[in-house]
């Protein structure tokens, strides 16, 4: 069974564990400042209780960024991305967010195509951003809210 929860500091290991084996991006130093956060939430998807997925959301007023959004490499390619996706989406609707921005490597063409696929669209380039050199696309999906 599916679902989504929120995960709090405690959990920090899996997020760490998960991190690690996927696109090794922060230290558990940085997911504790991530956590600190003021604004941020992080969301884990289950499969009955093993954790396949997570994305941490930072909302400030009616914007908000995507600021790590993985799923177990044995998972992928099944919808689960997208159904994590979706269910931030909804929050964004939910929280009257006008906008939802991310960053991905240019060289990422899995992400490419994946954001792409829920209509974000490129706004902006920063060179040289990843520690390999490559460059991160800015991407943003306006959102219409009620
Ligand atoms: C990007 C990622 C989250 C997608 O998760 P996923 O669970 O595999 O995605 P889904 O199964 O929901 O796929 C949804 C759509 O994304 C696109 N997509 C996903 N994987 C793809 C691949 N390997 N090649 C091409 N398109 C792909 C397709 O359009 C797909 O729709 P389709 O299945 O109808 O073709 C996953 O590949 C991942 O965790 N990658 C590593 C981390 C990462 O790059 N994060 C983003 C930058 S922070």
Same mark, same amino acid.
């Given at each position: 069974?599916?679902?989504? @929860? ?9 997020? =760490? ?59 992928? @390619? ?15 609707? @939910? ?19 994946? =954001? ?12 040289? =951003? =990843? ?16």
């Amino acid at each position: 069974m599916i679902s989504i @929860k929120d995960i709090k500091e405690k959990d920090l290991d899996l997020c =760490y564990e998960l991190d690690s084996n996927t696109i090794s991006l922060w230290s558990k130093k940085q997911w504790s400042k991530e956590f600190k956060k003021k604004g941020i939430k992080v969301f884990g998807l289950l499969l009955s209780n093993l954790l396949v997925g997570i994305c941490v959301f930072h909302v400030v007023l009616d914007e908000a960024q995507i600021n790590f959004f993985v799923i177990n490499q044995k998972f992928r @390619k099944k919808g689960f991305g997208s159904y994590l996706m979706s269910y931030l989406i909804k929050q964004c609707e @939910k929280l009257n967010i006008n906008k939802l921005f991310l960053e991905v490597s240019q060289t990422n063409t899995t992400a490419e195509k994946f =954001y792409s696929s829920f209509d974000f669209s490129t706004v902006g380039i920063r060179k040289n =951003y =990843y520690k390999d050199g490559s460059d991160a696309l800015l991407k943003e999906k306006k959102l219409t809210t009620k």
